[in-house]
């Protein structure tokens, strides 16, 4: 799937790739998982992406606002080994964020379906965040901006 250029109209701005799943405005982050159904139905059912495409047990994307996330499974050209040999593995530490409205509510659904978390809540002056993980233990984390008083 990786990017499949457009022969007419302009072309894309410097620095930017034409693609035809292009979402305009989407931020795009790409996860390597280990099985393409149990990590759509995580996505969708636990944290309310939709799914935008699907291709068999190797691709998926899925949405949710402004962010796009491409899941790559075992066998997709996105989750190949590396020119060094390396291999492209679900987890790590950085992740991208949701913002939510109550944390609380989140966490006690995401408990009671079994979501493994990294963490406590931690609370800061920008907020209260809390680490999840999906199937493959790749990093979410779960925010609610301070209230205000």
């Given at each position: ?28 982050v790409r996860y390597q998982v280990t099985d393409i159904e149990r990590s759509v139905d995580f996505y969708t059912r ?99 901006a301070p209230r205000s008083t």
């Open positions: 799937m990786d990017h499949a250029g457009s022969a007419s109209g302009p072309g894309p701005a410097p620095g930017r790739t034409s693609s035809a799943a292009d979402t305009s405005g989407a931020t795009t636990r944290l309310g992406f939709q799914l935008e495409r699907r291709a068999g047990s190797a691709f998926a994307s899925v949405t949710r606002e402004g962010l796009r996330l491409i899941l790559s499974g075992p066998g997709s050209s996105g989750s190949r080994p590396l020119p060094d040999g390396r291999k492209q593995e679900p987890g790590g530490w950085n992740r991208f964020l949701l913002y939510v409205d109550d944390l609380d509510a989140h966490i006690q659904a995401l408990r009671e379906a079994g979501v493994r978390f990294r963490n406590e809540v931690e609370v800061g002056p920008g907020g209260s965040q809390i680490q999840i993980e999906d199937p493959d233990g790749n990093p979410i984390e779960l925010h609610e």
